[in-house]
C-alpha cells in the first residue's frame, strides 16, 4: 500500500521526536485573540492584489466536494436510466479503460474537481473525487481513516529547514445496493488494517490544514493563515488546526502567539508530539530573544525571527 498524506503535523527537526516534551498542565488560553490575530494576519500578509479585507469564513471548505461542470457533464454522459448503482459502476469502469488516475503528489491537496480536471494529488483528492461522483448519481458515499502505524516523511517548509510529516491514509466507501464499495487511492488494492467513517466536515478540516500548510512552503503566509481560520470556524476543538497554526506564527516570528497556539493543541490533546516538540522549540527561541535583549540593551524588542 502506498502511503498518502492526510493532514501534516509539523515538528522541528532535530527536537525530540517521542511523545515525551514539555511537561504542563491545561491552561487557559484566550483563543479568540489567536483567532482575531489570525484574520489580521491573512489581510497583511496576502499578496498585493488581494482585497483588503478578511476572506470569508467558509469560502473554501465546501469547495472540497463541489461538483465542476466538467464533472456533471461527465456524469450527464452516463446512461441516465439506468439505476444509480448502474451508473456509478459505468462511471469507475469509464474511468479505468480511459486510464485515469492521479498523478501522486504528497504536498499537493487539491478539490474533487481540482483532481478530476488536473489528475494530480494525494488519497483526499483522489477519494473527495470519488464521493462526489457517487453523490452526483444519487449514491451514498463517505470518507474512512485507515487505522494504521502511523508513518513519518521529512521534508522541507518554508523557511528551508527540514520538518517531519506525520502520514496517514484515507479512502472512500460507496454504497451499492446491499453492500458497499471502498474504493483506494487510483482503485488500488483494498487495505488490510481496520477502517472508520469520517464525516465530511472533519475531511474539510484535514483539506484547508494541508493546504494551509502547502501554501507556507510556497511562502503564500496570508492565505495559509486564512485557510486555518477557516477550519478552526469548523472544528474549534482540532489539536491538529492549533498546531499548525502555532507553525505559521512561529514563521512570523509572534512567539507568544504561537506558544498560546501549541498550548491550546495541547489542551485538546494532551499526547500531541508534534505540539509538544513545537512548544518546547518555542521557548527555546523565546530564550534565546530575551537573551539577545540582555546583551543589546539599547535593541527596540520587535518581532524576532
Known amino acids: 500500500m502506498r502511503w498518502i498524506a492526510l493532514l501534516i503535523s509539523l515538528i522541528q527537526f532535530g527536537c525530540a521526536s517521542g511523545p515525551g516534551g514539555v511537561n504542563r498542565a491545561a491552561l487557559e488560553v484566550d483563543t479568540a485573540t489567536l483567532l482575531a490575530a489570525a484574520g489580521e494576519a491573512a489581510i497583511t500578509l496576502a499578496a498585493p492584489d488581494t482585497p483588503a479585507t478578511a476572506p470569508p469564513i467558509t469560502s473554501h471548505a465546501q469547495a472540497l466536494l463541489a461538483v465542476s461542470p466538467e464533472m456533471r457533464a461527465f456524469v450527464d454522459s452516463i446512461d441516465p436510466t439506468l439505476s444509480p448503482n448502474q451508473r456509478f459502476r459505468r462511471i469507475l469502469r ?33 477519494s473527495a473525487l470519488m464521493v462526489a461522483l457517487a453523490r452526483e448519481v444519487g449514491l451514498e458515499a ?59 466536515a472533519t475531511v474539510q478540516t484535514y483539506y484547508l490544514n494541508n493546504r494551509a500548510l502547502e501554501l507556507s512552503h510556497q511562502q503564500r503566509i496570508g492565505e ?4 486555518l481560520r477557516e477550519g478552526l470556524s469548523i472544528d474549534p476543538d482540532s489539536s491538529m488546526l492549533w498546531n499548525s497554526l502555532g507553525y505559521l506564527y512561529r514563521l512570523t516570528g509572534e512567539l507568544e502567539l504561537a506558544e498560546m497556539s501549541y498550548t491550546q493543541a495541547l489542551n485538546l490533546e494532551g499526547g500531541n ?23 543589546n540593551p539599547g535593541e527596540p524588542k520587535g518581532k524576532g525571527s
Open 94 to 126: 469509464t474511468l479505468k479503460m480511459d486510464r485515469f488516475e492521479l498523478d501522486y503528489d504528497l504536498n499537493t491537496t487539491t478539490t474533487a474537481a481540482e483532481a478530476f480536471a488536473q489528475q494530480r494529488g494525494n488519497c483526499i483528492s483522489f
Open 142 to 200: 463517505n470518507f474512512n481513516l485507515v487505522e494504521a502505524p502511523l508513518a513519518r516523511r521529512t521534508t522541507t517548509g518554508g523557511n528551508g529547514r527540514a520538518l517531519v510529516q506525520n502520514v496517514l491514509h484515507i479512502n472512500a466507501e460507496v454504497s451499492i445496493g446491499w453492500s458497499s464499495r471502498v474504493i483506494e487511492f487510483n482503485f488500488g488494492p483494498y487495505s488490510r488494517f481496520p477502517q472508520r467513517e469520517l464525516s465530511d
Open 224 to 227: 495559509a493563515f486564512a485557510l
Open 273 to 295: 508530539a508534534a505540539a509538544k516538540n513545537n512548544l518546547r522549540r518555542v521557548y527555546e527561541l523565546q530564550g534565546l530573544r530575551a537573551l539577545t535583549r540582555e546583551e
